[in-house]
């Protein structure tokens, strides 16, 4: 990932390098941390060492699959190829704007949208794409013009807007991630990508320590959080959070890795496979549960059950195994096979998408908004992840382009800055 971000032929910051370091974490160092200190979170593993070896050996299968996938196949292209139209520009006064009002707009939804129980959970999906989209928006203006006033106190107005938004009432990440990760995602694109190696380095470190200790902080204290608790009663504890620990839990992938660990040990011999389920429910998933009672239930909400784990809430608590652990509920081989394949193809499309784009803010700015779905993409259930991060892209592309048509809209490319320049050609 490095090497390629180095030499260009894949960004960095890329959708691709954005899933593959939550595997890293979620899939590969969450159950070692697990089978190094032979603590499983209370799931009774009956053979550890089973389980690792074909935990290992799907890992690896998984990696290999997921990058020819990648970078050999060419259906996504295809797709991406059809969705663009050519380049566009758009001017900062117009951003600026859309910006402002995306961001009201997301305070708007998370006040009055959280008083209506029947659609509290549309509203956190429609905060955390509002949210992510305006900090893209703003990260986008603010890498032109990094030490212009009115642009830094357009950023704090922004950033601390989304704050609010995504600190309250939150138990997960992703809000709080979404926000930096689309900050930084539109500054990237315009600014950071085409700067040396040794510039971006001196430029980034800095901004990923702070991300990371403010992020550290908040995993450190979320089990505290409850639906009523506001932005600022949750700054106040991050104040006191223990980020070392907040650190090492976000560092070691959680419980991730010991469900998919006893996902591993007793599936098919004491429970059945459900063939490639999480395929089935991304089309389940948009039956609202009033219109089909009986809808089947993702393992991440079962999965308590079945390990008889003691000490929990089983009927609350939801433990996302990850693409592996599913994988190895949902076939073992062929299923680690399909999904590698399916998620090599559905991370470069929107790389592609970006690429054939360059300097679009239309384009790459609403994939920017999915990023923290993506990171989370290897940990989570795969096919919810899946279908809020196409939502995420979706919603935040119309709202970008609708609301723009308001201010108006250039598509005039005879000048195209210097940090839109066109990458160099993908490796395949």
Same mark, same amino acid.
């Given at each position: 990932?490095?090497?390629?971000?180095?030499?260009?032929?894949?960004?960095?910051?890329?959708?691709?390098?954005?899933?593959?370091?939550?595997?890293?974490?979620?899939?590969?160092?969450?159950?070692?941390?697990?089978?190094?200190?032979?603590?499983?979170?209370?799931?009774?593993?009956?053979?550890?060492?089973?389980?690792?070896?074909?935990?290992?050996?799907?890992?690896?299968?998984?990696?290999?699959?997921?990058?020819?996938?990648?970078?050999?196949?060419?259906?996504?292209?295809?797709?991406?190829?059809?969705?663009?139209?050519?380049?566009?520009?758009?001017?900062?006064?117009?951003?600026?704007?859309?910006?402002?009002?995306?961001?009201?707009?997301?305070?708007?939804?998370?006040?009055?949208?959280?008083?209506?129980?029947? @659609?509290?959970?549309?509203?956190?999906?429609? $905060?955390?794409?509002?949210?992510?989209?305006? $900090?893209?928006?703003?990260?986008?203006?603010?890498?032109?013009?990094?030490?212009? #006033?009115?642009?830094?106190?357009?950023?704090?107005?922004?950033?601390?807007?989304? @704050?609010?938004?995504? +600190? &309250?009432?939150?138990?997960?990440?992703?809000?709080?991630?979404?926000?930096?990760?689309?900050?930084?995602?539109?500054?990237?694109?315009?600014?950071?990508?085409?700067?040396?190696?040794?510039?971006?380095?001196?430029?980034?470190?800095?901004?990923?320590?702070?991300?990371?200790?403010?992020?550290?902080?908040?995993?450190?204290?979320?089990?505290?959080?409850?639906?009523?608790?506001?932005?600022?009663?949750?700054?106040?504890?991050?104040?006191?959070?223990?980020?070392?620990?907040?650190?090492?839990?976000?560092?070691?992938?959680?419980?991730?890795?010991?469900?998919?660990?006893?996902?591993?040990?007793?599936?098919?011999?004491?429970?059945?496979?459900?063939?490639?389920?999480?395929?089935?429910?991304?089309?389940?998933?948009?039956?609202?549960?009033?219109?089909?009672?009986?809808?089947?239930?993702?393992?991440?909400?079962?999965?308590?059950? +079945?390990?008889?784990?003691?000490?929990?809430?089983?009927?609350?608590?939801?433990?996302? #195994?990850?693409?592996?652990?599913?994988?190895?509920?949902? &076939?073992?081989?062929?299923?680690?096979?399909?999904?590698?394949?399916?998620?090599?193809?559905?991370?470069?499309?929107?790389?592609?998408?970006?690429?054939?784009?360059?300097?679009?803010?239309?384009?790459?700015?609403?994939?920017? $908004?999915?990023?923290?779905?993506?990171?989370?993409?290897?940990?989570?259930?795969?096919?919810?992840?899946?279908?809020?991060?196409?939502?995420?892209?979706?919603?935040?592309?119309?709202?970008?382009?609708?609301?723009?048509?308001?201010?108006?809209?250039?598509?005039?490319?005879?000048?195209? #800055?210097?940090?839109?320049?066109?990458?160099?050609?993908?490796?395949?």
């Amino acid at each position: 990932m490095l090497y390629q971000g180095l030499t260009r032929s894949v960004d960095l910051f890329s959708i691709r390098n954005i899933y593959l370091a939550g595997f890293v974490v979620y899939q590969i160092v969450s159950p070692a941390s697990a089978l190094r200190s032979e603590s499983y979170s209370g799931f009774n593993i009956i053979d550890p060492s089973k389980a690792a070896k074909w935990f290992l050996m799907f890992d690896y299968l998984f990696v290999l699959l997921f990058l020819l996938s990648y970078h050999r196949f060419g259906i996504a292209n295809w797709f991406a190829q059809k969705l663009t139209k050519g380049p566009a520009t758009a001017s900062d006064s117009l951003l600026t704007g859309l910006a402002i009002s995306i961001v009201i707009a997301a305070l708007g939804f998370r006040v009055v949208g959280y008083t209506v129980p029947a @659609l509290s959970a549309v509203s956190i999906n429609t $905060c955390i794409a509002l949210v992510s989209a305006a $900090c893209a928006v703003t990260g986008w203006i603010w890498a032109a013009r990094r030490v212009n #006033p009115a642009v830094l106190i357009l950023v704090a107005f922004v950033v601390g807007v989304s @704050l609010v938004v995504t +600190l &309250g009432g939150f138990y997960s990440r992703r809000p709080l991630i979404s926000v930096m990760a689309g900050f930084a995602w539109g500054a990237y694109h315009r600014w950071a990508k085409n700067l040396s190696p040794t510039q971006l380095l001196i430029s980034a470190t800095p901004l990923v320590l702070i991300a990371g200790l403010v992020v550290s902080a908040f995993t450190a204290i979320r089990s505290h959080q409850t639906s009523s608790t506001d932005a600022q009663g949750t700054l106040q504890q991050m104040k006191g959070a223990n980020v070392s620990a907040g650190t090492s839990d976000l560092l070691s992938g959680q419980s991730v890795g010991s469900a998919a660990l006893w996902i591993l040990d007793t599936f098919p011999r004491d429970h059945k496979y459900d063939p490639l389920f999480s395929l089935k429910y991304m089309g389940y998933w948009w039956v609202p549960r009033v219109l089909w009672d009986s809808k089947p239930e993702p393992l991440s909400k079962n999965v308590a059950n +079945l390990a008889k784990l003691r000490g929990v809430n089983r009927d609350v608590i939801t433990i996302p #195994p990850g693409v592996i652990g599913y994988a190895g509920a949902e &076939g073992g081989f062929y299923a680690v096979v399909i999904y590698a394949f399916f998620f090599g193809q559905f991370t470069r499309f929107f790389d592609q998408l970006v690429r054939l784009n360059p300097g679009n803010p239309y384009i790459i700015l609403p994939v920017g $908004c999915s990023t923290g779905q993506f990171l989370g993409l290897a940990r989570g259930d795969i096919a919810i992840f899946t279908n809020v991060a196409l939502i995420g892209f979706v919603f935040s592309f119309l709202l970008i382009y609708f609301t723009s048509m308001g201010f108006g809209r250039s598509r005039d490319a005879r000048e195209i #800055p210097e940090w839109s320049r066109a990458p160099r050609p993908l490796r395949r």
